[in-house]
């Protein structure tokens, strides 16, 4: 029998005329429900919201698709912040996600459309908790940022299996300190390691890091600048030293594809290794693209698979 054929797509950050010309790209067509295709499955990397004007429009058609069985999704770190954001402890009544400046501005987009309508408001980030943490499939995994047995392998010890946000995990997730908090953090926003001597640099949202992400399954990076995940503008700011500690994760080539997003990447998509490719490359910015990878079984992946349209 044939594995399933997916088309994986990127994050998408509410833009929908995108998200519509990509879909389209890759043969899906709208049959007045939702976008379908006679022989294969979208598989969305999360990350559905904030920064782009069409936060509303993009939800529809992928909440559309997934309940047609046209699509899957797992969630992305802004799906988790949005959820935080909007719960409140339940012994303390403070929101588990701070209502700073800082964050504000950043769910400023999705806020606009639905905190206005609570009932609209309380279902959405409901919807948000259906979405799995990670998928593991016949023959590829999906995650947002990071494959790492040892939190996903936590995780199902405590959830009798499951692959879904509790609110108890969720409760414990916020919390720094708790291995919870560890094990989302790297999940969805990926592997961080601190930079050495104090020194910090500015995020694309123009935030002081004194931390990077950094390619979590790659031996070769051996520098704090070679070993950075993220914008290809940003690596000149990050310091070439020697790492100080492990940043590394195992990840094998004999072991099945995974897909991530999170990363901003920037240029021409190409895979990260043989068994390992990144679908952000950056759509919330002025020249950016959404992108998905055609995977049809294959165990090595190769850079022609990839689709992607311009930023509009």
């Known amino acids: 029998m044939n594995k399933q054929s997916y088309d994986i797509i990127g994050d998408i950050h509410g833009q929908a005329d995108e998200l519509i010309s990509l879909i389209t790209l890759l043969g899906y067509k709208d049959d007045g429900k939702s976008y379908t295709h006679p022989e294969r499955k979208i598989i969305f990397l999360g990350d559905f919201i904030d920064r782009g004007s069409k936060q509303r429009e993009v939800l529809d058609i992928v909440k559309a698709m997934i309940e047609n069985g046209s699509a899957l999704s797992v969630m992305g770190n802004h799906e988790f912040n949005a959820i935080a954001y909007f719960t409140k402890n339940s012994a303390t009544g403070e929101y588990l996600r701070k209502h700073s400046s800082k964050n504000i501005k950043q769910h400023k987009a999705f806020l606009d459309v639905y905190e206005t309508n609570d009932k609209e408001y309380a279902c959405v980030i409901n919807w948000f908790k259906t979405l799995p943490l990670w998928l593991e499939l016949d023959g590829l995994r999906i995650v947002h940022a990071c494959w790492d047995y040892k939190w996903i392998n936590k995780i199902l010890d405590i959830s009798n299996g499951s692959t879904y ?3 108890e995990l969720l409760n414990k997730a916020t ?5 919870e908090f560890d094990a989302i953090e790297t999940l969805l926003k990926g592997k961080e390691i601190p930079l050495k001597n104090g020194f910090s640099f500015k995020d694309k949202d123009g935030n002081e890091r004194h931390n ?5 399954w790659d031996q070769s990076a051996s520098t704090y600048q070679s070993a950075f995940m993220g914008p290809e503008s940003a690596r000149t700011h990050i310091p070439d030293d020697e790492i100080e500690g492990d940043h590394l994760i195992e990840y094998t080539h004999s072991e099945p594809p995974v897909f991530l ?7 021409e998509p190409k895979v990260l290794s043989k068994n390992i490719a990144c679908l952000d490359f950056s759509i919330a910015k002025p020249g950016g693209k959404l992108v998905a990878y055609r995977w049809d079984g294959e165990t090595e992946l190769i850079d ?4 992607w349209v311009e930023r509009n």
């Open 212 to 216: 990077i992400r950094v390619r979590w």
């Open 175 to 179: 919390i720094e300190g708790n291995w």
């Open 165 to 167: 946000l509790t609110d």
């Open 304 to 307: 022609e698979k990839y689709v």
């Open 261 to 267: 997003g999170h990363y901003w990447m920037e240029g």
